[in-house]
C-alpha cells in the first residue's frame, strides 16, 4: 500500500504562485505513475498533471491546457516526493488539490482518475 500526504495550500492573489507537495510512503517500489487532480465545488474533478517514471527517472509529463505553461509537475527521488509548482495563479484554478499513485501503471502517465489507486487526503487552494 501506498500513502500520501498532500501539502503547500493556501490561499494567494491573483497572478502569485504555490507550490504543491505530495509525500509518498510504504511500499513507493512500484509507483511510476503520479498526478494531480483538483476539484471545486459543483464541478467535475479534473486531471491537473501528471507524470510517468521509469526507475524514477521523468520519462512523460501531461498537462490540461488549462495549466499548460503555468504548471510544472515534478518528482525529487531522494525526497521521495512530488510537487507541482502553480505559477500565475487565477481565481478559476482555486480548488482542493488531490495527488494520486499507481504502481505498475500500464497507462501514464494520465489525467484520468480511475487510473490511481491511491489518493492523499487534499490540500485547498484558494486564489482571490
Known amino acids: 500500500h501506498v500513502q500520501l500526504v498532500e501539502s503547500g495550500g493556501g490561499s494567494v492573489e491573483t497572478g502569485g504562485s504555490l507550490r504543491l507537495s505530495c509525500a509518498l510512503s510504504g511500499d513507493t517500489s512500484g509507483v511510476n505513475c503520479m498526478g494531480w487532480f483538483r476539484q471545486a465545488p459543483g464541478k467535475e474533478r479534473e486531471g491537473v498533471a501528471s507524470i510517468h517514471t521509469y526507475g524514477r527517472t521523468t520519462v512523460y509529463t501531461v498537462y490540461a491546457d488549462s495549466v499548460k505553461g503555468r504548471f510544472t509537475i515534478s518528482l525529487d527521488n531522494a525526497k521521495n516526493t512530488v510537487y507541482l509548482q502553480m505559477n500565475s495563479l487565477k481565481p478559476e484554478d482555486s480548488a482542493m488539490y488531490y495527488c494520486?499513485?499507481?504502481?505498475?501503471?500500464?497507462?501514464?502517465?494520465?489525467?484520468?482518475?480511475?487510473?490511481?489507486?491511491?489518493w492523499g487526503q487534499g490540500t485547498q487552494v484558494t486564489v482571490s
Open positions: 494520486a499513485a499507481e504502481s505498475f501503471a500500464a497507462r501514464c502517465p494520465s489525467r484520468t482518475g480511475e487510473d490511481y489507486r491511491y
